[in-house]
């Protein structure tokens, strides 16, 4: 795989050349709002990735990313924002005591937000609801973050906070298209044995806290539309620019992308659930995944059961579920094992065992239409 490195301070940080693309593409943002802004062009640095709450940070005529955002549904919003502070002149503020320099920084935060809208609009060509849209749901992935353990960018107020100031200021875009706030809910409601295939719909929406060797976060998991595969009818969930292709009569797992480019292909598609789904329920399946990205083929064969009924709290509430368990058939090794909630139509907790080690999902909120 060819793979370029950027000098960064005191280290290296190795891109794919799809993450390349996307520093070009940042670069070429950057360029256009300094030509809108009859501003110095802006040297955009990308910086190995940390665990902070920092996404972006500007300083002095440069812009530094980290390179756990490049790949985010996330990046055009956080990139805005970064922007906005150059355009805006927030060079860094002395004053006479923390608690007002802290006071003036959130301050400034707020109006790089809605500076940010203004951006996207003339440097991207966004409609004012689209440039709103785009602010709101990066901050609610900060807030869902923060639910996950993760910490508040410093400078900044809760984001729930800044999102009320930013629809404040452009009123006529407030609730027109921006997302629903997902609230976590406790309604363990009895499950239906045995469980019958879902319908998800569009715009259903789950949160993920998660948890593995590399690192910590939340993602956001949406159904954004039904697509043809080979004559097959889909859900296609959109996971930032990932997107991920369900066979619509039973969920199976046959694909995904990323920003378009296939990085994973299971032949035949794998087998999540036999429907209906019980306890006692067990199927076997062989198949293979192909990674042209990574240039990696995989045979599996699974031994799943359904192991039990367990009733499961996590940070989006208390749910009945289905105890899920994927082994290797050779082995009898556990290699996946997930807890279905048939009232969220989802998963609610995911344990994978991956070649670096145990990675673990939970659901931190969800929206279902
Ligand atoms: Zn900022």
Not at 27 to 44: C, E, K, M, S, W
Not at 164 to 174: I, K, V
Not at 286 to 304: G, K, M, N, T, Y
Request: net charge neutral; charged share 25%.
């Amino acid at each position: 795989m060819v793979a370029a490195f950027v000098i960064v301070f005191g280290g290296c940080v190795t891109l794919t050349p799809q993450q390349q693309e996307m520093v070009a593409d940042v670069q070429r943002f950057a360029d256009g709002t300094a030509t809108t802004y009859n501003l110095p062009r802006i040297r955009v640095t990308i910086e190995p990735a940390t665990n902070l709450g920092i996404g972006g940070r500007y300083r002095q005529g440069n812009f530094y990313l980290n390179a756990r955002t490049l790949g985010s549904g996330n990046l055009t919003a956080l990139v805005a924002h970064e922007l906005a502070h150059y355009v805006l002149g927030h060079e860094p503020l002395s004053g006479p005591s923390m608690a007002e320099l802290l006071r003036a920084q959130e301050l400034r935060e707020l109006d790089a937000n809605a500076k940010a809208v203004e951006i996207l609009m003339r440097v991207r060509g966004m409609s004012q609801t689209e440039a709103v849209r785009t602010m709101v749901t990066h901050l609610r992935g900060a807030q869902a973050a923060i639910r996950c353990g993760g910490a508040l960018a410093p400078g900044h107020r809760p984001p729930a906070d800044e999102i009320a100031n930013l629809l404040a200021r452009f009123p006529d875009s407030a609730g027109t298209g921006a997302p629903a706030e997902e609230r976590p809910a406790s309604s363990p409601a009895v499950a239906v044995i045995p469980v019958a295939v879902p319908v998800w719909k569009p715009g259903d929406t789950w949160t993920f806290c998660l948890e593995s060797p590399t690192g910590k976060g939340a993602y956001v998991w949406s159904v954004d539309r039904e697509e043809m595969v080979e004559g097959v009818s889909h859900y296609v969930i959109k996971q930032g620019m990932r997107e991920i292709f369900y066979r619509t009569a039973d969920l199976a797992h046959t694909r995904e992308t990323v920003d378009g480019a296939l990085v994973r292909q299971h032949s035949p598609s794998r087998t999540r659930y036999a429907w209906p789904l019980a306890v006692g329920t067990t199927w076997e399946q062989a198949f293979r995944e192909d990674r042209p990205v990574e240039r990696r083929v995989i045979e599996r064969e699974d031994v799943v059961s359904v192991e039990g009924e367990e009733t499961l709290t996590v940070l989006a509430g208390t749910f009945r579920t289905l105890k899920i368990a994927y082994r290797n058939k050779r082995t009898t090794a556990i290699r996946y094992e997930e807890w279905y909630a048939p009232e969220l139509k989802n998963a609610v907790r995911i344990r994978e065992r991956l070649d670096s080690g145990l990675q673990v999902r939970e659901l931190v909120a969800y929206s279902l239409q």
